[in-house]
């Protein structure tokens, strides 16, 4: 017998004194909604008689200035689901109590906010976009915390969007491995209890052998979920369940909540060990998809993203194991680790092309897609992969670079298609992954350009939230992308924190680990509230002469402690303070999205040298073009030769030892190569 359905809501508009509101009906007595604002007036009522079509709900609104500044119209909802509650006059009182309470309602949300504000991670650099794009981000990620019902725990969704006539409600769905990448950017401005209870979230649902869970709509409890395909669809929610983990545990020095959770790390570890259906030691898509849902070819039997998690995976939990004082286990997975490095280099790449393969198909045989997943090698730090640079180069070109952030394919793939899912589109998430990995491997201005391009998208759509993806084509957001997406806005705090200020947190040790690459026309920047473990700390970045200065205040909890990276960097024997050696010379580049529907146009980046007394740049960019960099001179009375661009003199309004760098692209047709040779 099929079940009842309520149809289409049918509208009916409630006249009140100073306005009215809609009642939805259904074709049930005891199920019905209300919708109003405050002062409005119905828009579109089509008579009975007229030929059946959909039209708008409209609330039509006059706003006078002069009355209604400093007034809010808030949008009022109610519901019955009885005959008695679903009643106009019900519905009525239903609404007319919520307009009284908002007033406190909304006076206890801003206290809300405004306790974030205070409490979480903030930056104060020279470009104060930057700064509230980062503060959004926050509050976009925290906007999407919800509670599952029943039960009441809180997860984190993956996005908001209009359902429209859709099953799917506003894309509002728990999903594991977007949560997952998100509490990397949840660790690194301090929520550390809404990483507790998001990890808590998945365990509850990790499945009887140990695999963590991928998809769980709203409405998940009310029925038997995980006999549907979509659970545990996902094959990369297990490893990065076990990477982020252990990034909570050494960011907040929880090691209780580990030991709490043992059993549960070691099923999905086991899980993880135990699913190779062809022999060779990597964890593969039989499980389910690695990162894409669909390929032209057909699915790959396993992808170079899912064996690079499986990888860094067994890195985790070798760290996981000997913080449990488990040795035995915490060698395998070592020694795992450390092996599937090896085979991933052999398995995947192709020296002739000096490219690593997309996927391994089940006779062996490699799809060649030049994609931009092998970055994800540098996501959990670590040796990365072993012949990176032509994939670098690659990357930052406009073959992948588009001005608004990264292709997933080439350009010049057989297979790219630019409004595709998986094939050529632009995720922001995908931007992310790319600048971590280039600030991590020695590409700073590559990673910079993508950390803008992220950051400058909270404002081009949602104001606050950064868009699920883009065209490969056009600067445009599909009409089918969720606008405030959770690893979007991730995907501006984690490069900024790891990359550009090149934070590594040991809440464990009460330490932090430096590697920071601050844009040339920067003098001073400050990480405010940097949650270390048990304490609260900001760090301070000054330029002095030929030196980065780094310094630690700790605000709150056990002192914390600095340690530069690399032979460059020089701790005080306090550990307060750090200062990196500087290059004599430094460029900086420019950023900023193009206009609405353009094509990609802007200047890239595609290596950058440094040596003792030269700074070597080879850039593209389209044919005639006049490209401005900006360049710092950190050493006095340098001499300063220029090949391939010409020094114009001061750079207008960034100070005197900063001059403009103009450069000249040749000629042609596309996008033409430049080199710049900077010596002294």
Not at 272 to 292: K, L, M, P
Not at 518 to 538: I, K, Y
């Amino acid at each position: 017998m099929a079940s009842a359905q309520p149809g289409v809501p049918s509208a009916e508009w409630v006249k009140q004194q100073d306005g009215g509101f809609y009642v939805l009906h259904t074709d049930f007595p005891n199920l019905a909604g209300a919708l109003a604002m405050p002062n409005t007036q119905p828009g579109i009522l089509a008579p009975y008689q007229e030929k059946p079509r959909v039209y708008p709900l409209e609330l039509k609104l006059h706003y006078d200035p002069k009355r209604d500044t400093n007034r809010y119209f808030p949008l009022l909802m109610a519901m019955g689901d009885t005959v008695e509650t679903a009643t106009n006059a019900t519905l009525q009182g239903k609404l007319e109590r919520l307009n009284a309470t908002l007033p406190q309602a909304y006076a206890k949300h801003a206290a809300r906010y405004a306790g974030m504000r205070d409490s979480l991670t903030a930056i104060r650099t020279p470009d104060a976009g930057l700064d509230d794009d980062f503060a959004w981000a926050e509050m976009s990620i925290e906007q999407l915390r919800a509670k599952a019902q029943p039960g009441g725990e809180i997860g984190l969704v993956a996005g908001y969007y209009s359902s429209g006539d859709s099953a799917r409600p506003g894309f509002g769905w728990y999903f594991g491995r977007d949560s997952l990448y998100t509490l990397y950017a949840v660790n690194g401005f301090g929520d550390f209890g809404l990483t507790r209870d998001e990890l808590e979230f998945l365990m509850k649902r990790q499945r009887d052998d140990g695999k963590i869970m991928h998809e769980y709509p709203q409405t998940a409890a009310y029925f038997d979920w995980k006999n549907f395909s979509y659970a545990y669809a996902a094959a990369d929610s297990t490893p990065l369940f076990l990477t982020a983990m252990l990034d909570y545990v050494r960011t907040s020095g929880d090691v209780n909540f580990l030991r709490q959770h043992r059993e549960i790390v070691e099923k999905a570890w086991r899980f993880e060990t135990t699913h190779d259906t062809d022999g060779d030691g990597i964890y593969d898509n039989s499980q389910g998809t690695g990162w894409v849902e669909s390929w032209p070819t057909g699915m790959p039997h396993q992808e170079i993203y899912l064996a690079l998690l499986d990888q860094q995976a067994s890195a985790a939990m070798a760290k996981l194991a000997g913080l449990l004082g488990d040795k035995a286990t915490a060698d395998t997975a070592s020694a795992r680790a450390a092996e599937l490095a090896k085979k991933i280099e052999a398995e995947y790449y192709d020296a002739s092309r000096q490219a690593y393969a997309f996927s391994r198909n089940a006779d062996g045989s490699l799809d060649r897609a030049a994609t931009v997943y092998p970055a994800i090698a540098w996501w959990n730090g670590g040796e990365g992969l072993a012949h990176p640079q032509a994939s670098f180069r690659r990357w930052a070109s406009h073959d992948f670079s588009t001005d608004w952030g990264l292709r997933d394919v080439a350009e010049s793939d057989p297979f790219y298609d630019p409004i595709s899912y998986h094939q050529g589109s632009v995720w922001p998430l995908f931007t992310g992954w790319a600048s971590v990995a280039e600030y991590r491997a020695g590409h700073p201005l590559a990673g910079y350009a993508h950390l803008m391009q992220n950051a400058d998208l909270t404002t081009a759509q949602d104001l606050g939230a950064v868009t699920e993806l883009l065209s490969g084509a056009f600067f445009q957001p599909f009409g089918r992308s969720t606008s405030h997406q959770l690893w979007s806005s991730a995907m501006v705090i984690t490069p900024t924190l790891r990359g550009l200020f090149g934070v590594d947190v040991d809440g464990l040790a009460s330490s932090i680990h430096l590697d920071p690459h601050l844009p040339a026309d920067w003098v001073h920047a400050v990480v405010e509230r940097l949650h270390v473990g048990a304490s609260v700390c900001s760090l301070e970045y000054q330029r002095e002469a030929r030196g980065l200065v780094v310094k630690v205040n700790t605000l709150s909890g056990p002192a914390v402690r600095l340690a530069g990276v690399g032979t460059d960097s020089r701790a005080s024997a306090e550990g307060s303070s750090v200062v990196f050696a500087l290059p004599a010379v430094e460029v900086a580049v420019p950023h900023g999205l193009p206009l609405p529907g353009a094509r990609t146009a802007q200047m890239k980046v595609l290596s950058e040298v440094s040596e003792a007394h030269s700074l070597k740049l080879e850039l593209e960019a389209k044919a005639g073009a006049t490209v401005e960099l900006t360049v710092r001179r950190n050493a006095a009375k340098l001499n300063l030769h220029v090949e391939g661009g010409t020094i114009v003199g001061t750079a207008a309004g960034k100070g005197a030892e900063l001059e403009k760098l103009v450069v000249k692209f040749p000629q042609g047709t596309g996008y033409q190569q430049s080199v710049v040779t900077l010596s002294w």
